[in-house]
């Protein structure tokens, strides 16, 4: 059956500091994943995509097929940073991780 | 980027009626609609998906009768809530996937029901 897995609920670092959300999937086909923040009051956006490899504020994501693996993370943790962090695989439908909530202090 | 909203954004109704909520993309052409149900600090619940045209597929233990989908033209759906109870307080979500372009999801605001 498809999951991901958020193993941390809650994060926490200080500003400047590195970060890692993990996430971790079950998939028998190709995997499609996907990263999403909810900041405060604020609706779900989507932060990035594995198929683009791109980088978005300063956030990277690598799958890593044979971990099943799809952290996300950021060199040097900013304030504005804190939010909730989905990971979610998508096969036709989307199913999300239970999201991990990152705080960076000052 | 692309726009989905929703409507209404908070509604509160009372025990035993009904009520609609709506999502609409705002600047494109949604094929395909999700709802999600989330519950506090809790994850996405994937309610159904629905398919502009067709009939909403619903996932396992939601109960379609409970919860109309839908999805009359290319940039409405909506849900109904039918005979709502106060355990169906929740806030609800909707997504929406553009036609022919892979498979980016774009989410609606939100609504948060409260049955009373």
């Known amino acids: 059956a498809q999951r991901v897995t958020q193993p941390e609920k809650l994060l926490s670092v200080f500003k400047g500091a590195p970060v890692e959300l993990k996430c971790n999937y079950s998939y028998s086909g190709s995997p499609e994943l996907f990263w999403y923040v909810q900041y405060s009051r604020q609706r779900l956006q989507l932060l990035l995509r594995?198929?683009s490899r791109e980088s978005i504020k300063g956030f990277t994501a690598d799958l890593n097929k044979g971990e099943t693996s799809f952290h996300l993370k950021k060199p040097f943790a900013q304030e504005e940073d804190s939010a909730m962090y989905y990971c979610?695989?998508?096969?036709?439908?989307?199913?999300f991780g239970d999201g991990t909530t990152l705080t960076v202090k000052p | 980027g692309a726009v989905v909203s929703q409507h209404p954004s908070r509604v509160i109704c009372k025990s035993g009626t009904s009520v609609k909520i709506e999502c609409r993309s705002l600047d494109f052409q949604a094929t395909t609609m999700f709802w999600y149900r989330q519950f506090p600090k809790k994850s996405l619940m994937l309610m159904a998906t629905?398919?502009?045209?067709?009939?909403?597929?619903?996932e396992q233990g939601v109960e379609k009768d409970k919860f109309l989908i839908n999805h009359a033209s290319l940039t409405l759906s909506t849900l109904t809530v039918t005979s709502a109870h106060p355990e169906d307080s929740s806030f609800y979500i909707c997504?929406?996937?553009?036609?022919?372009?892979?498979?980016?999801?774009?989410f609606g605001e939100g609504s948060w029901l409260t049955v009373v």
């Open positions: 979610a695989l998508n096969f036709g439908k989307s199913t």
């Open positions: 629905s398919n502009e045209g067709s009939k909403a597929t619903y």
């Open positions: 594995h198929i």
């Open positions: 997504s929406a996937r553009i036609g022919g372009s892979g498979n980016t999801i774009y």
